[in-house]
């Protein structure tokens, strides 16, 4: 695939992402009573307004990734039908929407496809594999539940389609009914979230290596996307399809990613809103707005310039592919 379509299927996935995390705070604000001013396809500036609808602004914006969601009453707690002044439990239901819908659309596309080669053993083999070009291996593999061996010489230039041994890996699939594909999608989301949630720890124990646990930036999950783009592309079934198993695997991972991201305790963020949220209904006491406001913009700028030093590492240290 020229590189060119796979950046725009690439801004069209991550814009995707962030789009559905808004329509999710748009979606229950509306639910619950809580007006909307302004619904933006993509980030500020705007470049021009689309349409207005029961008096939300749809907005088209200049930066092409994602979108946001502007309520009615964000710096007045005595705005009639503003979030501020809603009852705790539809903010708290507003907060935690974005997440939500975040967690549902990796649930839904893990759904659509399931491979049942692990892609763990994929990438080992083919580690190995390369490891050991024009020298002999010994496979072990299994075969109607017997086990047998072979020693091959993994080929340096093998003919088109034939592999290094012999043979290419795909993404064999196994037929399930829709209520196994909803249990298999469900296991698989809470493995990511334990898996996202415990590689802190996992770090500080040095169970991890640093490279395994940096943080990426859109320079580096681009280039995850087009590593599995090349991947997708060498396999002439998958290659047929509109977004392939690869892709699609990956854009699942990081939508749940996103959606356990925006729920760290961070003020700016949805889960800093929701800590500050807690602090109300523990203490019967709401944090002054122009406190809270200042809080968030201060972690707001600390964000930005983390987001810009994650980006600039990604092209001075590009994350390895295997």
Known sequence: MPNVLVLLQFIFVFGLIVFVHELGHFLVAKLVGVEVEEFGFGYPPRLVRLFTKKGTEFTL????????????????????????AAPKWKRFLILIAGATMNF???ILLIITRLSDTPIDSSEVLINIIGEHL??????TYLRDGAEHSAVVIPRQNPPEGQG???????????????????????????????????LPYNYIKGKIAPEEARFIGLKGIYDLFSNAAKVDQSNAEVAKEFFPISRLSLVSMLTIAIGITNLLPIPALDGG????????????KRIPIKVANAINSIFFILLILLFVLININDFINPIPIP
């Open 134 to 139: 024009e020298k002999e291996l010994t496979l």
């Open 61 to 84: 914006n200049w930066i092409p990734f994602g979108g946001f969601v502007r309520l009615k009453g964000e710096m007045d707690d005595g705005e009639p039908g503003g979030v501020l």
């Open 164 to 198: 290094a041994i012999g043979f290419t890996i795909g993404y064999p699939e196994i037929e399930v009914n829709f209520f196994q594909s909803i249990g298999l999608s469900l296991r698989t989301f809470w493995d990511q979230v334990k898996v996202t949630v415990s």
């Open 273 to 284: 809103q929701i800590l500050f949220l807690l602090f109300e209904g523990m203490t019967r």
């Open 104 to 106: 549902v659309l990796g």
